[in-house]
């Protein structure tokens, strides 16, 4: 029987797997799998080897003062994925995690073939990492189409598979009455996957509900969390005593909670494809610690957070990043978009046009799972 460990490092990456395991599992029902994973791998049977809130650290200065409890995680992933003995080990996403899991298995066991998911961000900064990864990945899966360039430069085999975010799904309808108790049009918020980032962006978020009811009562707020968030989500709401506001984990229920909404208001991430699919107006915000921010600044030779204004050199997504990140700019960037109807059609319109450019020709998990069925030669 062949075998594939899956190795993410955070909640995106998880869901990210579990969307190519679907497709695997469709064309090879009979892989066995372990993984370093959460809930979406999890609902597909793959064990995880421990909790991935374990790994889950954001920063600079959050890295620095984990460093010890990381590289002990990463000896011990390493000894769990030797001793499993996979015909492939897919790394998804995390590369500071996760590629360097991959590095210490390929010297141990050269046999094991080495597939990372989600090209690290050699374009954002540190483009020097490309040679190194040429000496322990076999495949990279890329989810756009313009970072080809930096791998072919040094050899390195290369798919572009697209993102799997960008897949029309095919949800089962839920009843969401429960939810949707009036006629009230719908706002989203998003405030991050990791706690680390919840906690950030929870409380100016809202502030900028209370700002939102304070001249209107035609919206229902409703926060799209993890499983492992939500509490903390609920808690907070109920101390406020909002009657307009929910929060919801289920991702089914999302997807539709997302499809029903007139806007978003989403940290900066993978979601905001997600978002842009769905063809929903949206800002993005995103907030860190001082310290942290300064690094940024130093590294990242890009202009944007977001990548469909990374790809158009352009703002076409509204972003309040830092400073900007507060409860006023929210709320005045919100309500200038909702006073102009004109000006949310353009952004989805020029989005649209973009995610045409940058999708796959089938889908992502078929493309990447075609890359992974070749090396394990079924």
């Given at each position: 029987?062949?075998?594939?460990f899956i190795?993410?490092?955070?909640?995106?990456?998880?869901?990210l797997?579990?969307?190519?395991?679907?497709k695997l599992?469709?064309?090879h029902p009979?892989?066995?799998?372990l993984?370093?994973g959460g809930p979406?791998?999890n609902?597909?049977?793959?064990?995880?080897?421990y909790?991935?809130?374990?790994?889950?650290?954001?920063?600079f200065?959050?890295?620095?003062?984990?460093?010890?409890?990381?590289?002990n995680?990463?000896?011990?992933?390493?000894?769990?994925?030797i001793?499993?003995?996979?015909?492939?080990?897919?790394?998804?996403?995390?590369p500071?995690?996760?590629?360097?899991?991959?590095?210490?298995?390929?010297?141990?066991n050269p046999k094991?073939k080495?597939?990372?998911?989600?090209?690290?961000?050699v374009?954002?900064?540190r483009?020097?990492?490309?040679?190194k990864?040429?000496k322990f990945?076999?495949?990279?899966?890329?989810?756009?189409?313009?970072?080809?360039?930096y791998?072919?430069k040094e050899?390195?085999k290369?798919?572009?598979?697209?993102?799997p975010?960008l897949e029309?799904?095919?949800n089962?309808?839920t009843?969401l009455?429960?939810?949707?108790?009036?006629?009230?049009?719908?706002?989203s918020?998003?405030?991050g996957s990791?706690?680390?980032?919840?906690?950030?962006?929870?409380?100016?978020?809202?502030d900028f509900?209370?700002?939102m009811?304070e001249?209107?009562?035609?919206?229902n707020?409703?926060f799209?969390?993890?499983d492992?968030n939500k509490?903390l989500?609920?808690?907070?709401?109920?101390k406020?005593?909002?009657?307009n506001?929910?929060?919801?984990?289920?991702?089914?229920i999302?997807?539709?909670?997302?499809?029903?909404?007139?806007?978003?208001?989403a940290?900066?991430?993978t979601i905001s494809?997600?978002?842009?699919?769905?063809?929903i107006?949206?800002?993005?915000i995103?907030k860190?610690?001082?310290?942290n921010?300064?690094?940024v600044?130093?590294?990242?030779?890009?202009?944007?957070?977001?990548?469909i204004?990374?790809i158009?050199?352009?703002?076409?997504?509204?972003e309040l990043?830092?400073?900007?990140c507060?409860?006023?700019?929210?709320f005045?960037?919100v309500v200038?978009f909702?006073?102009?109807?004109k000006?949310?059609?353009?952004?989805i319109n020029?989005v649209?046009?973009?995610?045409?450019?940058?999708?796959s020709?089938?889908?992502?998990?078929?493309?990447?799972?075609?890359v992974?069925?070749?090396?394990l030669?079924v």
């Amino acid at each position: 029987m062949k075998k594939i460990f899956i190795l993410t490092g955070e909640p995106s990456g998880d869901k990210l797997a579990s969307t190519l395991v679907t497709k695997l599992k469709q064309n090879h029902p009979d892989i066995e799998y372990l993984s370093v994973g959460g809930p979406h791998l999890n609902s597909h049977g793959i064990k995880s080897i421990y909790d991935i809130k374990e790994i889950t650290y954001i920063g600079f200065t959050s890295v620095f003062f984990n460093i010890f409890k990381i590289m002990n995680k990463i000896n011990i992933t390493v000894k769990k994925i030797i001793k499993f003995n996979p015909d492939i080990l897919l790394s998804v996403d995390s590369p500071d995690f996760t590629l360097r899991v991959a590095e210490k298995v390929k010297k141990i066991n050269p046999k094991i073939k080495t597939i990372h998911y989600v090209a690290p961000q050699v374009w954002v900064w540190r483009e020097g990492r490309v040679k190194k990864f040429k000496k322990f990945l076999d495949h990279i899966l890329l989810l756009f189409n313009f970072e080809k360039k930096y791998f072919d430069k040094e050899n390195i085999k290369n798919t572009f598979v697209g993102h799997p975010l960008l897949e029309n799904k095919d949800n089962t309808k839920t009843d969401l009455s429960y939810l949707i108790k009036n006629d009230k049009k719908i706002i989203s918020l998003f405030a991050g996957s990791r706690s680390s980032e919840t906690n950030i962006l929870l409380p100016i978020l809202l502030d900028f509900i209370k700002l939102m009811n304070e001249k209107y009562n035609e919206y229902n707020f409703i926060f799209h969390s993890t499983d492992q968030n939500k509490n903390l989500i609920k808690d907070e709401l109920k101390k406020n005593n909002f009657v307009n506001v929910d929060v919801i984990s289920n991702e089914n229920i999302k997807s539709q909670i997302l499809s029903k909404s007139i806007f978003a208001v989403a940290k900066s991430g993978t979601i905001s494809l997600e978002i842009c699919n769905l063809k929903i107006p949206s800002i993005i915000i995103y907030k860190m610690n001082l310290l942290n921010f300064l690094i940024v600044k130093i590294l990242v030779k890009v202009k944007f957070a977001n990548i469909i204004n990374i790809i158009n050199e352009k703002e076409i997504i509204p972003e309040l990043i830092q400073t900007e990140c507060n409860s006023k700019k929210i709320f005045k960037s919100v309500v200038y978009f909702l006073k102009n109807p004109k000006l949310m059609e353009e952004q989805i319109n020029e989005v649209s046009k973009t995610l045409n450019e940058i999708r796959s020709k089938t889908s992502s998990s078929t493309e990447a799972s075609a890359v992974i069925s070749s090396y394990l030669g079924v």
